[in-house]
Nanobody, 117 residues
């Protein structure tokens, strides 16, 4: 069993920065794809960024150049550095890890990010 817990969300002014963290507990996932998603009120969940087990990254067009995903495979953690935040980035952010061997996916409970002046 694997549990994911996100942290680092909060209230920030436009132009500010936040760093989200996601830590997995339980069994170690040795090879995994990792990602961050977000869901704003009244909107569908959308992909923000992904980091494959091979080290490739992918970003939503809306966050390219502002957000950076990184991970520490040895510690089962994934991060999302968010810079130049905009009000439209306001959402609940969820991390996801997909075990490359079992294809099982795990998602955390989410952390709220609010960007407002």
């Amino acid at each position: 069993q694997v549990q994911l817990v996100e942290s680092g969300g909060g209230l920030v002014q436009p132009g500010g920065s936040l760093r989200l963290s996601c830590a997995a507990s339980g069994r170690m996932i040795f090879r995994k794809d990792m990602g961050w998603y977000r869901q704003a009120p009244g909107k569908q969940r959308e992909l923000v960024a992904t980091l494959t087990s091979g080290g490739s990254t992918n970003y939503a067009d809306s966050v390219k150049g502002r957000f950076t995903i990184s991970g520490d495979n040895s510690k089962n953690t994934v991060f999302l550095q968010m810079n130049s935040l905009k009000p439209e980035d306001t959402a609940v952010y969820y991390c996801n890890m997909r075990d490359s061997y079992t294809s099982l996916s795990y998602r955390g409970q989410g952390t709220q990010v609010t960007v407002t002046s």
